[in-house]
């Protein structure tokens, strides 16, 4: 089955700690983009992927990072930088825009609180 | 400042009935729109997208239509049955090589026996 996974799907932290949320698909896509919803809210790019070694800072990369070594993963680390981290985050991916990719698949999710 | 705008946090409707979903937007470089249906701790699943050289798609339950001149698009839902109860997400992307999408802030729809 082809998909999207995120582990964990709840994760508990202490301030002052950094976290690292996974994000792994088989779907060979090459664009993969990471979203935070806080409720009442829609979902806020935080960083995006389109080839592997590349990325750019979405509408709220500060206090986040990322890296992209291989094609199926694109790891999320929330730092102690970030001041509100506690939030619902979605990993995504899609073929790339020049291959007619404007779809994005959703993995399920991780709820991430930090006390 | 929100480039994609779902004015209408909530909406209920009895089942069998037509449910219509609505969503403005302010950047003209938007060329490519899209709908998804989210439940709750759940990731959003899409549903349907239109491309600006149409007014109008349509699959099975669901049509998407879109009025260029007034920025604005909707869903239509129709019938509605209790199984379309969540919260619907209009996303929308912008000319250029990246596939970034830019979501309103979501309408929860409750479909009502």
């Known amino acids: 089955d082809g998909g999207i996974t995120q582990s964990p799907k709840y994760l508990f932290r202490k301030e002052g700690q950094n976290v690292t949320l996974s994000c792994e698909q088989n779907?060979?896509?090459?664009?993969m983009y990471w979203y935070r919803q806080d409720p009442g809210q829609g979902l806020r790019l935080i960083y995006y992927?389109?080839?592997?070694?590349?990325?750019q800072k979405g509408d709220i990369a500060e206090g986040y990072s990322v890296s992209r070594e291989k094609k199926e993963s694109f790891p999320l680390t929330v730092t102690s930088a970030q001041k509100n981290p506690t939030a619902f985050y979605l990993c995504?991916?899609?073929?790339?825009?020049?291959?007619?990719?404007?779809?994005?698949?959703f993995g399920p999710g991780t709820r991430l609180t930090v006390t | 400042d929100q480039q994609v705008k779902q004015n209408s946090p909530s909406l209920s409707v009895q089942e069998g009935r037509i449910s219509i979903l609505n969503c403005d937007y302010t950047n003209s470089m938007f060329d490519y729109f899209l709908w998804y249906k989210k439940y709750p701790a759940e990731g959003p699943t899409f549903l349907i997208s239109?491309?600006?050289?149409?007014d109008k798609n349509e699959d099975g339950r669901f049509t998407v239509f879109l009025n260029k001149s007034a920025k604005h698009l909707s869903l239509h839902i129709v019938p509605s049955q209790p199984g379309d109860s969540a919260v619907y997400f209009c996303?929308?992307?912008?000319?250029?090589?990246?596939?970034?999408?830019?979501f309103g802030t979501g309408t929860r729809l409750q479909v009502t026996l």
């Open positions: 996303a929308a992307s912008g000319a250029g090589t990246a596939s970034k999408l830019t």
């Open positions: 779907l060979n896509h090459d664009a």
């Open positions: 239109i491309s600006s050289i149409k």
């Open positions: 995504a991916s899609s073929k790339s825009r020049t291959s007619g990719g404007y779809e994005q698949y």
């Open positions: 992927s389109q080839i592997v070694n590349d990325f």
